[in-house]
């Protein structure tokens, strides 16, 4: 079955340092998600990609924070300077489609477990 | 903007019984989509079961089913016969336009044996 990887599956960083996470959609997806699931929370969208363009990242907290998907396939998000406030996992999703439809829904990566100290 | 609520943290159940979880969310789209996540300590998010808002059918899997009241925006899920690896976080999700999902609090299904 196929799946959405992600790497690492666990960081922990000092703040002030960059912090960089990696994700591989499932082959064919043109549609890519970042969501950050604070402890205890349900997730929230980070940035969403269509191809290599960026369709939504209003919730992507600009000063620190950057994504790519520079071929259309996979897609690195990096944090600079981090903070104790990132501690979260950061999960990675990707679907065929970018509309409301049948096909709808994702398919998550394990995720990455960000730890600042 | 989407607001997706679920107002029980925690719910038990013994082994073999039903258990109930609640959802409601809000929207002014027509168009959309409804859809409870599983979330096992392996941290996966695992699709468990979708709603289309245009189909008055409740979607049933196996043993998990909906019941979507569409004029009421609730949209609770039943696990019938509990099993022990349903032991998890759940999510409700409302998938609407530019197919983004936003996702209630969570709530964490104990199972007893």
């Known amino acids: 079955e196929a799946e959405v990887a992600q790497s690492p599956r666990y960081k922990i960083t000092e703040k002030s340092q960059a912090v960089a996470f990696w994700c591989d959609p499932i082959s064919g997806h043109a549609t890519l998600y970042w969501y950050r699931q604070i402890l205890g929370q349900g997730p929230e969208l980070l940035v969403q990609f269509q191809d290599e363009s960026v369709v939504d990242d209003s919730q992507l907290p600009k000063d620190r924070f950057s994504a790519e998907r520079l071929k259309g396939v996979d897609s690195t998000l990096k944090i600079q300077p981090a903070e104790l406030g990132d501690s979260a996992m950061y999960l990675c999703?990707?679907?065929?489609?970018?509309?409301?439809?049948?096909?709808?829904?994702?398919?998550f990566g394990s995720g990455t477990r960000l730890t600042v100290v | 903007a989407q607001t997706v609520t679920q107002s029980q943290p925690e719910m038990s159940v013994q082994e073999a019984e039903t258990v109930t979880l609640s959802c409601t969310y809000d929207t002014s789209e027509s168009d959309y989509y409804l859809f409870w996540y599983k979330q096992p300590p392996s941290r996966q998010m695992i699709l468990v079961i979708r709603?289309?808002?245009?189909?008055?059918q409740n979607a049933t899997e196996n043993r998990f089913s909906v019941n979507f009241q569409k004029a009421a925006k609730s949209f609770s899920l039943k696990i019938s016969d509990s099993q022990l690896g349903d032991a998890a976080m759940y999510f409700c999700a409302y998938g609407g336009a530019g197919n983004k999902l936003t996702f209630g609090g969570g709530t964490r299904v104990l199972v007893k044996p």
């Open positions: 709603q289309e808002a245009y189909k008055q």
């Open positions: 999703a990707s679907s065929p489609v970018d509309r409301v439809g049948p096909e709808s829904g994702y398919t």
